[in-house]
């Protein structure tokens, strides 16, 4: 594909033109179709897998639509109903008939083999899914995408008054970039207060989700859910045992070079202590970065950066811009967080943000721009399983690019100063970003390993993981009450547990992309979009193989890469 505009909706041979799923009787005629299709012949059974991935395909897409409603108004009360009818009324039976075709597939795959290379992790998939599906844990799961939604609930209220203004917390982060620090503790302090008022409410609720998923591991005879769920997110390249190793080397390599950036901003500043609201303030006094004023604009310069590292990246979010599939800035109501949702019949994905004119907003425009761009380099695969990559591959997708347009963030910073300001300030973000993961992963695993522990029990390990991987510079004597709960800020471990190390993993990929492309871009953006376009037809090393690069988190080569972003954050200085 060379041009955005090229990309092509999966065709529909199978369901009509027209379809509305308001029951499950709609879709059933097609899944039964499915189920009892008799299949004679390799022609046969690659007709059957074609028109499996187009009921697939429609069906995701119209559940897809529903979340991103929701998402957008947590108090749309029409959205709320029609994603619950998803996922209580159409999602239980949909998991039901994918596991009776998994297991046809599996009987076709033996009478008919695929030779090709590019379904042996799809094969490999299916068999571990038919291995730990459980009839039990299909009402269980239900229950817990509901039960996990009241959190969207919860955090989607949160607010603070500013001045005799309601702003939303993502819009309140602007005034810590004040050089006033007593401005600054004040709107800190209520941030911190608006989400520990609900700190109970959360405790109780994680503590119902880490029992329901206990309850779906045992179902599954798996001793915790720590090792069910590594296995259900066919984490076939690394064992559990890498997170620890990751933890290790990231403790021994990365947490000094942190407390020798957080010792410099503190002796810059001249204050006696660091305290949590002195971290997003320009250390020489400048005031606050001004990346972009309004939505169109911030959309406006987001593309020329992206187009400055190839033309196609700027073309892809034109091309969403005008479709309306970009919601950005930050409002009542809406669900806090960013992501990109792929659209699996269409191809052209959604992002979602929430934007308050801050320089970190600009971080996570081209961070979900790269989970875009990989959204239409893979969409041409022939069946939506060949375009699931797991999570390191995605993640490697989205801060890769975030290094790339670093590189080109003149159009949000003119003034050579301010340019040099934003990446330093990303690359120590960077560099915190892999102690964040490691402790964030860290303490799921504790959490799952621990069944039945208390509430002071879990608050314990998580200030041990927060002494470990947070600068010991930082001064939080009189905070440690929302220290304790911290956590709750996190909506991945109560949606998508245990998605967080890919973000280290990836950010160490990406980091050695960003070395190749410092070297040689035009090289190494070709080795990115190839390895992109392969979707999930390769395992996880020959993907980063084909991105030039080496899927490796041991000890040495964590050091050799935090060191090469310390010292390109010294010449920034």
């Known amino acids: ?87 209580a009324e ?24 695929l030779d090709d290379e590019a379904c042996n992790n799809y094969i490999h998939a299916v068999s571990t899914d038919i291995e730990i599906f459980r009839d039990e844990n299909v009402s269980l799961g239900t229950q817990i995408e509901l039960k996990a939604r009241e959190y969207d609930a919860i955090s989607g209220n949160w607010s603070v008054d500013i001045d005799g203004e309601t702003k939303t917390l993502q819009q309140a982060k602007s005034y810590l970039e004040s050089n006033d620090r007593s401005i600054r503790e004040k709107v ?31 179902n599954a ?68 970065l001004k990346p972009f ?38 409002r009542l109501g809406k669900a806090p967080g960013g992501y990109n949702m792929p659209l699996p019949e269409t191809g052209i994905p959604f992002v979602f943000m929430n934007h308050a004119c801050l320089e970190y907003d600009v971080r996570v425009l081209v961070h979900e721009a790269g989970h875009a761009v990989h959204s239409f380099l893979s969409h041409e695969l022939s069946h939506d399983w060949m375009k699931d990559t797991p999570s390191e591959v995605a993640e490697l997708a989205s801060m890769s690019m975030e290094l790339f347009t670093m590189e080109h963030w003149e159009h949000f ?35 799952y390993t621990n069944p039945g522990h208390s509430v002071q029990e879990r608050h314990a390990a998580w200030l041990d993981l927060t002494r470990r991987f947070t600068s010991h510079v930082f001064d939080i004597s009189g905070l440690e009450k929302f220290d304790a709960v911290n956590y709750q800020r996190v909506l991945h471990i109560y949606h998508i547990p245990f998605y967080y190390i890919e973000y280290g993993l990836a950010q160490l990929g990406a980091i050695a992309m960003w070395r190749n492309y410092c070297q040689d871009p035009n090289k190494t953006v070709e080795q990115y979009k190839n390895a992109l376009a392969l979707g999930y037809t390769k395992d996880v090393p020959s993907i980063y193989q084909a991105a030039g690069i080496q899927f490796d988190f ?13 010292d390109q954050w010294k010449k920034l200085l």
């Open 293 to 330: 004023s309004t939505t169109a604009e911030f959309v406006e310069r987001g593309v020329a950066s992206l187009k400055d590292v190839n033309p196609f990246f700027g073309e892809c979010i034109s091309k969403m811009d005008t479709m309306g599939r970009l919601d950005l800035e930050s």
């Open 1 to 87: 594909m060379t041009h955005a505009e090229e990309i092509q909706s999966v065709p529909r041979n199978f369901m009509p033109e027209v379809f509305t799923l308001e029951a499950w009787d709609g879709l059933m005629p097609f899944v039964e179709d499915l189920k009892q299709r008799e299949v004679q012949s390799e022609h046969d059974f690659r007709q059957w897998l074609a028109d499996r991935n187009e009921v697939t395909v429609v069906f995701e897409e119209i559940a897809r639509w529903k979340y991103i409603h929701t998402s957008l108004d947590t108090k749309d009360e029409v959205a709320k109903k029609e994603r619950e009818f998803i996922i």
């Open 554 to 566: 041991s000890d040495c080569y964590v050091q050799e890469l935090a060191s090469f972003v310390y």
């Open 413 to 447: 910073y003119p003034d050579p100063e301010d340019l040099k300001r934003a990446k330093r300030n990303h690359l120590e973000g960077l560099l915190t970003t892999l102690p964040a993961v490691a402790r964030i992963d860290n303490f799921q695993h504790w959490i």
């Open 221 to 288: 005879g798996f001793e915790n859910f720590r090792d069910f769920k590594h296995k259900a997110m066919h984490r076939t390249s690394w064992p559990v045992q890498a997170c620890y190793d990751y933890a290790y080397a990231v403790e021994k390599h990365v947490m000094p070079i942190v407390n020798a950036i957080q010792a410099q901003r503190k002796q810059d500043l001249g204050y006696d202590s660091l305290r949590p609201w002195d971290t997003e303030i320009d250390s020489e006094g400048k005031p606050p």
């Open 188 to 218: 800190w302090r209520s941030i911190a207060e608006a989400r520990y008022q609900d700190n109970e409410e959360l405790d109780t609720l994680y503590s119902e989700l880490a029992d329901m998923r206990h309850k779906v591991a045992r």
């Open 90 to 113: 159409i999602r239980p039976k949909w998991t039901q008939y994918k596991h009776a075709l998994n297991q046809k597939f599996n009987d076709l795959q033996e009478r008919f083999p």
